[in-house]
């Protein structure tokens, strides 16, 4: 079974930035829209951003735009979220998954419209 590979996440202070990865072996990400998704504990997956398969479209969450930027490099076959002024309340697991569903058709992608998963980076922010 297929699955993406998250890496990149750590503790860090309010403020502060991370950068995380998604990349998969034995799978060409060019051809696939990817997303990242976060995990609080005691709450559920939410969307956070997504990139096209050509990386001209993009989407981020309300709560995320401004402070992150998802990029990606197919020549690497990664893809990256850039993360900047850190808040506490982004504390979470967080999840790459690919899908051939359009997401600009929806005002959110789903969760449920992307596969693949990996086993998510923890990303920690402390006030």
């Known amino acids: 079974q297929e699955q993406l590979v998250e890496s990149g996440g750590g503790l860090v202070q309010a403020g502060g930035s991370l950068k995380l990865s998604c990349t998969a072996s034995g799978r060409i990400l060019s051809g696939v829209h990817i997303g990242w998704f976060r995990q609080a504990p005691g709450r559920e997956r939410e969307f956070v951003a997504a990139i096209a398969r050509g990386g001209l479209s993009t989407r981020y969450s309300d709560s995320v735009r401004g402070r992150f930027t998802i990029s990606r490099s197919n020549m690497k076959n990664t893809v990256y979220l850039q993360m900047n002024n850190l808040k506490p309340e982004d504390t979470a697991v967080y999840y790459c998954?690919?899908?051939?569903?359009?997401?600009?058709?929806?005002?959110?992608?789903?969760?449920?419209?992307?596969?693949?998963w990996g086993q998510g980076t923890q990303v920690t922010v402390s006030s």
């Open positions: 998954g690919l899908t051939t569903v359009v997401f600009s058709a929806r005002p959110t992608p789903l969760e449920r419209d992307f596969s693949a």
